[in-house]
């Protein structure tokens, strides 16, 4: 699909507001499923039903004041948190959003969001390194590590999708899933290759900084972690990413493994009703579903938070390097035996 | 019409960063600006059609290799380099000047030789930069130096272990 310039800028626009308004929409979310699970109401004082905190909030955080330690490098200090970001916003453009509604549809989107998770790390890692503070020091410091360790893990599952569908696009990716042989769901990743699913969630779970991943920001241990010496909206851009983080990686979760936009049964839907095909009410059904497969791996994000406690850091190494890339490994080669003796024997066409 | 203003501006990005490495006094300003050097280079694949290729450079190098850097590097904690003497504006711009004219000599005797390579616009580079085309070369005419490349990766992988092994056994 060839839009001009003027429609993508438009789109990229509504999307970055959309993930903007998302991350209010998430806070708000997370401290009433937080309230639930551990049995008490959450926020309930600002607006019906405590709506309006999250607005409360960035008011407040707007209207701080902004300290920046002394002796820090004061550019890089600043830099940290609009990287963060500006890289977590970057990965929705590559996501298709519905057929033929992609930003960037590149020949290799799938190793672009690996590239840019894997810069993602420079945000924290920075952000650690110029406070000038040893709680923040340590923070950016186990952050790059923890990265380092599962980003490996995290591009083993994510060869695994890419030997199956055969191209590095993730239109294609998609669009396979609804592909050749697929029963309705049955054709979504996660059941063609569900080790690698579930080592793809885990380690998302690592690349986001989120519990039981958050030892970068380890409140008991390290004060804030990397963002210790942060105030007023800079801290809340940190807030921000981490939000916007983890609900990008929820669609590039679906889009991999759970048929990103496809609606269930999407033939079956479309041969029932025929006038359905090509209509942008089936567009609009298509964004529907994404939303509502991605909504609810946010949910996991915030379920695992609030019930899970946080690992050490050798069982965070130990898990990183001595069981998920082993595994992933294992699970490639099976994959790339499985496919070669396919072409070889001519399996299924 | 936008190729050649992309290709000026992220090649001036990267000479402007490699100069910056050099010069930083601080260990993490240095390595900064080897990202941001990195970048543009892999920003110069893109400008090329060689997405495969910049993708990678970004996750292999920008990715991996400099968080281990910043790593090490924040780590050890290095205090920043004393600046040693002030270097003097007029022989940087000497420096400078002279450069430029031995840039402009040689191209012109180049010129002049017809020794210039010939400029293969974008079209071949737009075949041989996707994926599957790259895959294909690798794995069909050149899948033995790309074995060999393999082994000899194993081999400098297996040599870093044993020499991070307190005692060699």
Same mark, same amino acid.
Not at chain 2, 15 to 37: C, D, F, H, K, M
């Given at each position: ?95 298709? @959003?519905? =057929? ?68 590095? =696009? ?39 900084? =989120? ?98 406690? =946080? ?29 070669? @003796? ?8 | ?9 992220? *090649? ?21 600006? &080897? ?15 060689? *997405? ?47 450069? &430029? ?6 191209? &012109? ?42 082994? &000899? ?17």
């Amino acid at each position: 699909m060839d839009l001009p310039l003027y429609w993508v800028a438009l789109i990229g626009f509504a999307i970055i507001n959309f993930f903007l308004v998302s991350a209010s929409v998430l806070v708000y979310y997370e401290r009433k499923v937080s309230g639930w699970i551990q049995n008490r109401p959450g926020p309930n004082r600002v607006g019906p039903w405590g709506f309006l905190q999250p607005f409360a909030d960035v008011a407040k955080l707007i209207f701080k004041e902004d300290i920046s330690p002394t002796a820090s490098s004061p550019f890089i200090h600043s830099l940290a948190p609009v990287l963060m970001v500006t890289i977590a916003m970057t990965t929705a453009a590559l996501i298709p @959003f519905a =057929r033929g509604f992609v930003i960037v549809d590149t020949e290799v989107s799938a190793l672009l969001v690996l590239a840019l998770t894997s810069i993602a790390v420079y945000g924290v890692t920075l952000a650690g390194w110029s406070s000038n503070s040893k709680f923040s020091l340590l923070g950016g410091l186990r952050s790059s590590a923890q990265m380092i360790s599962y980003e490996l893990a995290m591009g083993l599952s994510v060869l695994t999708v890419v030997l199956i569908t055969g191209s590095l =696009r993730l239109v294609d990716i998609v669009e396979y899933q609804n592909g050749p042989g697929a029963w309705g769901i049955l054709g979504w990743n996660v059941f063609r290759a569900p080790i690698a699913a579930l080592i793809f969630i885990v380690t998302a779970f690592a690349e986001t900084n =989120r519990a039981p991943f958050d030892l970068p920001e380890a409140e008991q241990e390290l004060v804030g972690g990397y963002h210790t010496e942060y105030s007023g909206m800079k801290f809340g851009m940190f807030f921000l990413a981490e939000y916007v983080n983890f609900f990008v990686a929820s669609f590039v979760i679906v889009t991999l493994f759970f048929g990103g936009y496809l609606l269930p049964w999407e033939d079956a839907l479309l041969s029932a009703l025929p006038g359905l095909k090509d209509s942008v009410l089936l567009g609009v059904l298509q964004v529907l579903s994404l939303l509502l497969k991605a909504a609810f791996f946010a949910f996991v994000f915030i379920w695992v938070r609030w019930t899970l406690p =946080r690992f050490k850091y050798q069982q965070l190494m130990t898990l990183g390097w001595k069981m998920l890339l082993p595994i992933a490994l294992a699970n490639v080669v099976l994959y790339a035996l499985f496919f070669t @003796f396919k072409a070889l024997l001519g399996w299924g066409g | 019409m936008l190729a050649p203003v992309l290709f000026f501006l992220f *090649a001036a990005v990267a000479i402007a960063a490699s100069i910056g490495t050099l010069l930083a006094r601080n260990p993490v300003n240095s390595a900064l600006s &080897l990202i941001v050097n990195l970048l543009a280079v892999a920003s110069l694949y893109l400008t090329l059609n060689a *997405a495969f290729i910049g993708i990678v450079q970004v996750l292999v190098y920008a990715g991996a290799i400099m968080v281990l850097f910043l790593f090490v590097i924040m780590l050890l904690n290095l205090e920043a380099t004393p600046v040693l003497e002030a270097i003097d504006k007029r022989i940087l711009a000497g420096y400078a000047g002279g450069t &430029l004219l031995l840039g402009a000599i040689t191209y &012109l005797l180049a010129r002049g030789l017809g020794a210039l390579p010939t400029f293969e616009i974008a079209e071949s580079a737009a075949a041989t930069g996707t994926p599957r085309a790259l895959a294909l070369n690798l794995f069909t005419t050149y899948a033995l130096p790309f074995e060999l490349i393999g082994l &000899l990766l194993l081999v400098a992988t297996i040599g870093a272990v044993m020499i991070a092994k307190k005692r060699f056994v």
